[in-house]
T-cell receptor, first 119, second 114 residues
Framework: AQKITQTQPGMFVQEKEAVTLDCTYD???????LFWYKQPSSGEMIFLIY??????QNATEGRYSLNFQKARKSANLVISASQLGDSAMYFCAMREALKYGGATNKLIFGTGTLLAVQP | DVKVTQSSRYLVKRTGEKVFLECVQDMDHENMFWYRQDPGLGLRLIYF???????EKGDIPEGYSVSREKKERFSLILESASTNQTSMYLC?????????????FGDGTRLSIL
């Protein structure tokens, strides 16, 4: 079973509008971390935002916010006031817990959502 | 800022060649990772290393090996390149032990095996 599911292979959004990119995850751990990365066409992966499983507030970083719904196991990325430079592939990822405490070193990635911002 | 540098952005090799992809990080991170990225499949972990000379297989290690002789450098080796290893290869590094530590990525190497 997929641990990270991104159901939107591609999306369009008009410049200056907000857009939500979906991510659901599957884990039986109580402790875990969730990440979003951006990958422009040039190829580099850029870390955007992090949400911990015990964080009570939704994470925000500038125009990026994370809509974290723990009971639904969803961690959707919201980009406000889209810009042309936001056109990129976006990946959701999860870090799980080790069996006896602490965090694994590995991240599990979804298959990504390609966002195209239209002028 | 963390800097992860991959030796080549684009590489073209022939079937059967031994191919080396090099990655260097400048932040004294314990962990280093090699992924391959293919359309529709996301990032798949090939190998990772949590210390010098230490390594663990990822999800798709077949046909690859790795070397970590120094903390800052992690090499991916294709022993005998095949056309199905044509892909984008991404190197990453991170600190250990905490949930909120992101992985920091290089710019990627687009490898074509002809």
């Amino acid at each position: 079973a997929q641990k990270i599911t991104q159901t939107q292979p591609g999306m369009f959004v008009q410049e200056k509008e907000a857009v939500t990119l979906d991510c659901t995850y599957d884990t039986s751990d109580q402790s875990y971390g969730l990440f979003w990365y951006k990958q422009p066409s040039s190829g580099e992966m850029i870390f955007l935002i992090y949400q911990g499983s015990y964080d009570e507030q939704n994470a925000t970083e500038g125009r990026y916010s994370l809509n974290f719904q723990k009971a639904r196991k969803s961690a959707n990325l919201v980009i406000s006031a889209s810009q042309l430079g936001d056109s990129a592939m976006y990946f959701c990822a999860m870090r799980e817990a080790l069996k006896y405490g602490g965090a694994t070193n590995k991240l599990i990635f979804g298959t990504g959502t390609l966002l195209a911002v239209q002028p | 800022d963390v800097k992860v540098t991959q030796s080549s952005r684009y590489l073209v090799k022939r079937t059967g060649e031994k191919v080396f992809l090099e990655c260097v990080q400048d932040m004294d991170h314990e962990n280093m990772f090699w992924y391959r990225q293919d359309p529709g499949l996301g990032l798949r972990l090939i190998y990772f290393s949590y210390d010098v000379k230490m390594k663990e297989k990822g999800d798709i290690p077949e046909g690859y090996s790795v070397s970590r002789e120094k903390k800052e450098r992690f090499s991916l080796i294709l022993e005998s390149a095949s056309t199905n290893q044509t892909s984008m290869y991404l190197c990453a590094s991170s600190l250990s032990g905490r949930f909120n530590q992101p992985q920091h990525f290089g710019d990627g190497t687009r490898l074509s095996i002809l």
